[in-house]
């Protein structure tokens, strides 16, 4: 099974960023049928994290699913991080989605830095 990994990391404050989530939420389950979820929490985005702000460590899970595809996006005050497993069909297809949903990265947040 063909797993996506993209991450982009962003200047927004965390309110901007949920609400950018929350709109490629409604985006997904519009354009793709995804049925998708909010987990809310705060808690460490990683491990290795040693930054005492707790807006830096306010993570939201957006988990999405729909028949040959599962995953999700991960937002904080840093960055977006999205997960996507693709199934066997849709895995044929796997570079042409990763270069969809780079560019509407792009569009949402700006052309990655690097």
Do not use: C, Y
Request: net charge neutral.
């Amino acid at each position: 099974m063909p797993t996506l990994h993209i991450t982009r990391q962003h200047t927004l404050s965390l309110d901007k960023a949920r609400a950018i989530a929350q709109q490629w939420a409604v985006d997904a389950e519009r354009d793709f049928g995804m049925d998708i979820f909010l987990e809310k929490a705060t808690g460490k985005a990683n491990a290795a994290s040693t930054t005492s702000n707790d807006a830096l460590q306010t993570v939201d899970r957006w988990n999405f699913k729909r028949s040959g595809v599962h995953g999700s996006l991960v937002t904080n005050a840093q960055s977006f991080e999205l997960e996507l497993h693709l199934g066997f069909l849709l895995g044929a297809f796997q570079h042409k989605i990763k270069q969809q949903i780079e560019q509407n990265l792009d569009q949402l947040l700006g052309p990655a830095k690097g």
